[in-house]
């Protein structure tokens, strides 16, 4: 694998090759050496492809795989898949649709199978994508929650449940889905705000002269309803409760109930109850023994609940025509414009319905006692910690899950029914019958729903391990060492995971639970396909023009009208389309973004920053290798030889070393990131490289430049190593080159050991030092820059201290100070110059005099900056006008207000540095 560096830095070069090399290495296997650590990918859907929400997460993985991996553990990064029951089979629907057929014209086993064989096909694509931003799982191990092995354990634990009572089937109410057909879970509901109306409808009072107004978004399920609820202390209505109602359109009666649910501040404080419709209705229609009166049939149309002129109408063509009625009879008070949170169906955008209908559930509380004793005993940790106490919340107010979709495509649900209904659960017919002593001429008929996707994804951590064997895998690798995800699915896969983890193993699955913030645009806005602002991190790694963006952003869009403005806006961002910013770029972005909150700004700026960052590592080894190659270098440190910007750069290092340890440890990526970067470009590319170049260009210095060769080839290769969890494939190719001048070492720089730091290379004095040094040549290097001084013209430096430790201490440097900051002449003064041809630099115990007489016309330069002075002043007048303004601070955009502060206090500044 060796390599010669090219002159430019390429990422396409860069990256080509390494991934097939490592894997066919078997390097992402278990070592079997040292302890344990593991970490569970949360399965993808295998219909998906890699998102920036993938991206993240799965970087951030890596990093602590591939570190534990350097540090000598036996590492697992289980792989897999999810069969996404819904999102699958509505793919391959679509496509039978395409060819004018349906799952219904194939039947089930032949509509399975063709899913089956579109997975063979197209199922690996995340994978594969997976593998071009470098994560290092074990693929040999790859699971699918449908293979045979965790369908196994998925009807183990089905059964174990069943018999302890946990599993049950019965009539509830859940989230119906009336396009799909099908129950779906909460993560498969989205709810935004949408504009409608809220009718105020008049219920008589019976017996009376009055009436009773309640309020409702959805007029169509008043046919439904078996109560209008009151506070009970609401002065307005308690004389009526225990009253009946005239339900309007119907000829039924409903009584005036009294709960402290109702917000009696809340509209007129009186609130229609559907138990069958919604689902505060249905808890408060239990806690009174209300009738249930399901009023819609699984296509949300009206059934033969409803009065006959309104059985058959889809659930809109009758609000349209209740609303009608309501107004004839005057029932119909007003329609108030209102804005509420819609229920839509993620997959079919369809709005979703609270629906009364039979279904297998999950008994919660018990499970949840265990799971909530866990968190107690901190027996796992959130990180951050604050996470723990949603999870207690949630587990604390947990209610019964609904396990079972009517769909064909999943884990069919192993029960089986007689003629009379009663339910056999089992691994298959065969055990059904010989465990239940039946006749074979006994009539069966397996239960055709499947089970939710999460509740095989509940049991992922062990079910991949082997269980229900006692596999040595399982014993090893389980529990696990982190689980890495973000705070969405908190409930929906983390909790359950406990809970299945310790019903089933008599362990929690994972130590720590690492929460992460999401992927927002770089506005904070959340990416979306209907917003046009969705980014592809394949995209960001390989680059798109202008046009192929565009089109992807269009393509797919379910609401067509958005269209011109999604092009315009993609037009105007990426007028020339999109760079390839290449793996290792976006990686170290993630790892950089990967703060504390919840929401994360993905900006492409910061990109282009770290693209930069990989092209200054490149120079950096082609620099150190140019002097060093074919040329003597030391075989180890010999500390007293090394000169102060080396003792200097040893110390930062190892500084640098213990912090991204500690970083590491806390699950800090960003503070480890940004301490990476500091070192690598400001210590060791802008101040290191500029020291040794001292000492490598001088001729007079030859056994110093064997101390220095080494130097830079050990701190370099270390800084490798330090960035290869985050940067794999520029690290590998840099290693490589590197490997000639190592001796022994690795094959591949994923086989070395993690840089730590060692104590004895600390060293505060030569830091205290180097930084004086570093200050005066900043101070130059900014006087050159505000003067006009060309920065290869040679300055005159005089020197005055406080004290005379400091100036024996400068002497010894002055050689290397006058190279680095090209310098003609330094020499130590007792009495501070006459002002006239001199500008002073002032730091603790030392003032820097520099003559500028041979530089500039000091009457000229004076008449220069009185002349800013006044420019200056009159920018400030404009922008405080602005700011005084009550008109401008009250139609200005913010953006642009603060904008003009900005621009009031960067004139400030400037202001101020003309004066001194």
């Not at 002269?209 to 008043?222: F, G, N, S």
């Not at 409903?254 to 649910?261: E, V």
């Amino acid at each position: 694998m060796s390599q010669t560096l090219s002159a430019q830095y390429s990422p396409e070069e860069v990256e080509k090759g390494i991934y097939d090399i490592w894997e066919q290495a078997g390097y992402f296997k278990p070592s079997g050496q040292g302890e344990a650590y593991c970490i569970m990918l949360p399965p993808p859907n295998v219909t998906g492809s890699l998102h920036m929400g993938h991206g993240f997460q799965h970087t951030l993985m890596d990093i602590l795989i591939r570190h534990q991996r350097m540090q000598g553990q036996n590492t697992l990064w289980q792989a897999g898949t999810d069969h996404a029951g819904i999102s699958t089979q509505m793919v391959v629907e679509r496509q039978l649709a395409q060819k004018n057929t349906s799952r219904h014209d194939l039947g089930r086993e032949a509509f399975t199978k063709a899913i089956w064989d579109w997975k063979q096909i197209s199922g690996s694509r995340i994978s594969e994508q997976m593998r071009i931003l470098g994560v290092s799982c074990d693929w040999q191990r790859e699971r699918f929650t449908l293979d045979e092995g965790l369908s196994l354990a998925v009807k183990e634990a089905f059964i174990r449940l069943y018999e302890e009572g946990l599993i049950y089937r019965a009539k509830h109410l859940i989230n119906w889905d009336p396009k799909l057909l099908t129950a779906i879970s909460d993560l498969e509901v989205v709810s935004e705000e949408e504009s409608g109306f809220l009718w105020q409808i008049a219920y008589p009072i019976v017996g009376e002269h009055e009436h009773i107004i309640v309020a409702t978004t959805r007029p169509e399920t008043l046919l439904g309803d078996t109560a209008v609820a009151v506070h009970p202390e609401d002065p307005r209505y308690q004389h009526w409760i225990g009253r009946e109602l005239a339900l309007p359109l119907t000829d039924r009666r409903i009584p005036i109930i009294a709960d402290a649910a109702v917000d009696r501040d809340f509209g007129t404080g009186a609130v229609k109850i559907t138990p069958a419709h919604d689902f505060n209705d249905y808890e408060m229609g239990l806690r009174h023994g209300l009738p249930l009166i399901n009023i819609l049939t699984p296509n949300a149309h009206l059934n033969e609940n409803v009065p006959k002129p309104y059985q058959g109408l889809e659930r809109f063509a009758a609000r349209e025509q209740i609303i009608a009625d309501l107004k004839a009879s005057g029932a119909l008070i007003k329609a108030i414009p209102h804005t509420s949170k819609i229920p839509r169906g993620d997959r079919s955008g369809v709005i979703v319905e609270p629906y009364l209908t039979y279904q297998w559930f999950v008994k919660m509380k018990d499970l949840a006692e265990p799971a909530l004793k866990a968190m107690q005993d901190a027996q796992i940790q959130f990180v951050p910690e604050n996470w723990k106490n949603t999870y207690f919340q949630w587990l604390d107010n947990i209610h019964d899950w609904c396990i079972s979709r009517q769909l064909w495509w999943g884990h069919r649900i192993p029960a089986w029914y007689d003629d009379e209904g009663k339910i056999y659960v089992g691994k298959d017919e065969a055990e059904v019958r010989k465990k239940h002593h039946l006749s074979a001429d006994k009539a069966l008929r397996q239960e055709d729903d499947v089970l939710d996707t999460w509740f095989s994804s509940a049991l992922w951590p062990f079910s991949t391990l082997g269980w229900p064997e006692h596999t040595p895998d399982l014993k090893t690798f389980y529990p696990t060492s982190v689980l890495v995800t973000g705070f969405d699915i908190l409930f929906f896969w983390v909790a359950r995971m406990v809970m299945m983890g310790l019903k089933f193993t008599g362990e929690v699955p994972f130590k720590t639970v690492y929460i992460t913030g999401l992927i927002r645009d770089h506005e904070g806005q959340k990416m979306s396909k209907t917003k046009g602002n969705v980014l592809d991190p394949l995209d960001l790694i390989h680059g798109i023009d202008l046009d192929a963006l565009v089109q992807k952003r269009l393509s797919g869009l379910m609401q067509p009208e958005m269209a011109e403005k999604i092009e315009t806006v993609t037009r105007e961002q990426f007028q020339n389309g999109i760079p390839a910013f290449g793996t290792d770029a976006l990686r170290f972005t993630f790892c950089a973004l990967a703060s504390t909150g919840r929401n994360i700004r993905f900006d492409l700026a910061r990109l282009a920053g770290y693209r930069n960052f990989c092209t200054k590592l490149w120079n950096a080894a082609r620099f150190i290798l140019l002097n060093v190659e074919n040329k003597p270098l030391a075989t180890h440190y010999e500390l007293k030889q090394l000169s102060l910007g080396e003792r200097w750069l040893l110390s930062r290092w190892h500084n640098t070393l213990a912090l991204c340890e500690e970083h590491l440890k806390n699950y800090r990526f960003d503070l480890l990131a940004q301490q990476s970067y500091e070192f690598a470009w400001d210590e060791f590319c802008d101040w290191g490289l500029e020291w040794a170049k001292t000492i490598l260009h001088n001729e007079n210095l030859i056994e110093e430049q064997k101390q220095t060769r080494y130097l830079l080839v050990q701190v370099f290769t270390q800084l490798l190593a330090l960035l290869h969890p985050i940067m794999p494939f520029i690290t590998e190719h840099l290693f490589q080159a590197f490997k000639p001048l190592l001796g022994e070492s690795p094959a591949s720089l994923m086989l070395a050991s993690y840089p730590k730091a060692d104590p004895k290379f600390r060293d505060l004095d030569s830091e205290t030092d180097f930084s004086l040094l570093q200050s005066i040549i900043i101070g130059l290097r900014n006087l050159r820059s505000e003067m006009n001084i060309a920065p290869g013209k040679p300055l005159s430096l005089s020197l005055k201290t406080e004290g005379t430790g400091l100036e024996n201490r400068l002497k010894t440097y002055l050689p290397s100070l006058a190279k680095l900051a090209r310098l003609s002449n330094i020499h130590f003064i007792d009495q501070e110059p006459k002002q006239g041809n001199h500008t002073a630099i002032h730091l603790k115990n030392l003032s820097c005099f520099i003559d500028l007489s041979e530089h500039i016309d000091l009457n000229a330069e004076k008449e220069r900056l009185d002349k800013e002075k006044i420019r200056l002043q009159q920018e400030i007048k404009k922008c405080e006008d602005k700011l005084n303004n009550p008109d401008f601070i009250k139609r200005a955009p913010e953006k642009i207000v603060v904008q003009e502060k900005q621009r009031l206090s960067e004139f400030n500044l400037a202001l101020e540095k003309i004066k001194d």
